[in-house]
């Protein structure tokens, strides 16, 4: 008797119920339309042009170092307002065979993998040189907010120097560098 | 032919004919009894009128037709979320269900139909990616109903891109002659270019797809 006696106040809001779910499905006519959304996120990625740079002497005497230059296309997307983003190095693997150059232990004090870096069109190269570590990584170019690449990406370049000293034994020696770039 | 049984209520001053402003402060009981009161006697008044002619026998021929025309109807989930790449600056991508019935007349004496779509509004805000530059592509998966576009279509703000071509003497549901699925469907895959030159944020677009038979 009581559920009889809530049927008619509870009759109205059944019905709305009902109109409600159907008008959530999707309806068929003529035409339909639909809302695509997309949302951009900061994003970041590099590549290395120069898959192994070969570091040369210009001449015949220990006064002058070898030198080499790493070219690379990065793409980058900072957030409008906040965003940061970083372009760093790191050696990753030290020169090798033993016998000859070594970034984290070099015969000599001073004896140093070094490097100049320039960005074009985006960014802020890291200034002056800087010198490669095995433990850390070392600054190529930083970016500040809403940095955004060209659809083709922008170029930038390292240019090295590694000291050659007479204590260096005769051969080819090799390291690894990675490079890494960030976005926020 | 349709009939509308309708019940007219010119008179609020009898039992069980109130406006609804008038009953709403009636106890539940009473305003209950007041509504079987006015309501069953029309019921009863129906139920005569239904019966009337009963009490003898009869037959009667009654010539029905309709006419079918051809035509088709679409739907589609009111909106789709792009999801990003696995990598950075891969396009965004997406699935789209389009369901639709069609119905096309014999061939030779007709119809054909399409399903076509077209970005009804550009995305927004400006800065990020935009049909107008061609950054909106998409292909068909297979269609249960007619054939469904070949190769990548390139989504435009202008002009519809073909979707579906609906064939002649199409029909939807019931098998044998006509599919066996109703509605049927076709999926689209949205695959939206990820620039580095667009600022984040979040992009909105319209896309309509209309079927049309011809």
Same mark, same amino acid.
């Given at each position: 008797m009581s559920r009889l006696r809530l049927l008619p106040s509870l009759l109205p809001g059944c019905l709305l119920l009902l109109v409600l779910a159907s008008s959530a499905q999707a309806q068929f006519a003529a035409s339909g339309t639909t809302t695509l959304s997309a949302t951009i996120a900061p994003e970041a990625a590099l590549q290395i042009n120069t898959s192994t740079t070969t570091l040369s002497e210009a001449g015949t005497t220990f006064n002058l170092s070898f030198t080499g230059t790493t070219s690379f296309t990065f793409k980058i997307r900072t957030t409008k307002a906040t965003g940061t983003g970083t372009i760093n190095l790191k050696v990753t693997t030290d020169f090798s065979p033993s016998g000859g150059p070594s970034v984290l232990t070099p015969p000599t004090a001073g004896d140093a993998l070094a490097y100049t870096c320039s960005l074009t069109g985006l960014g802020t190269a890291c200034s002056g040189s800087q010198t490669a570590s095995t433990t850390s990584s070392t600054p190529v170019g930083t970016f500040g907010a809403n940095a955004l690449s060209a659809n083709a990406g922008n170029s930038g370049s390292v240019s090295w120097t590694l000291t050659d000293d007479p204590q260096y034994s005769t051969g080819t020696y090799t390291a690894t560098v990675t490079f890494s770039i960030s976005a926020t | 032919m349709q009939r509308d049984l309708k019940f007219q209520n010119n008179s609020t001053d009898?039992?069980?004919?109130?406006? $609804?402003?008038?009953? $709403?402060?009636?106890?539940?009981?009473?305003?209950?009894?007041?509504?079987?009161?006015?309501?069953?006697?029309?019921?009863?008044?129906?139920?005569?009128?239904?019966?009337?002619?009963?009490?003898?026998?009869?037959?009667?021929?009654?010539?029905?037709?309709?006419?079918?025309?051809?035509?088709?109807?679409?739907?589609?989930?009111?909106?789709?979320?792009? #999801?990003?790449?696995?990598?950075?600056?891969?396009?965004?991508?997406?699935? $789209?269900?389009?369901?639709?019935?069609?119905? %096309? #007349?014999?061939?030779? %004496?007709?119809? #054909?139909?399409?399903?076509?779509?077209?970005?009804?509004?550009?995305?927004?805000?400006?800065?990020?990616?935009?049909?107008? =530059?061609? =950054?909106?592509?998409?292909?068909?998966?297979?269609?249960?109903?007619?054939?469904a576009c070949s190769g990548t279509q390139t989504a435009s703000t202008t002009t519809q891109t073909p979707v579906v071509t609906l064939p002649a003497s199409a029909c939807t549901g019931g098998g044998g002659s006509c599919s066996s699925t109703n509605p049927a469907s076709v999926d689209l895959n949205f695959s939206l270019t990820d620039s580095p030159a667009y600022p984040t944020g979040s992009y909105t677009a319209s896309v309509i797809l209309r079927i049309s038979i011809v």
């Open positions: - | 009898k039992p069980g004919m109130e406006h $609804l402003g008038d009953s $709403l402060d009636l106890e539940p009981a009473k305003r209950w009894r007041r509504t079987l009161s006015g309501w069953l006697p029309r019921l009863l008044v129906s139920a005569l009128a239904v019966g009337n002619g009963a009490g003898g026998t009869g037959s009667a021929v009654q010539t029905m037709s309709a006419t079918l025309q051809p035509k088709g109807e679409v739907s589609v989930p009111s909106s789709l979320t792009l #999801t990003a790449g696995g990598s950075p600056f891969t396009p965004f991508t997406g699935g $789209l269900a389009v369901s639709y019935r069609v119905r %096309t #007349t014999p061939s030779g %004496t007709g119809s #054909t139909g399409t399903i076509t779509a077209q970005v009804s509004a550009d995305f927004s805000p400006t800065g990020g990616p935009s049909a107008s =530059a061609s =950054a909106l592509t998409y292909t068909c998966g297979s269609a249960s109903i007619g054939t």
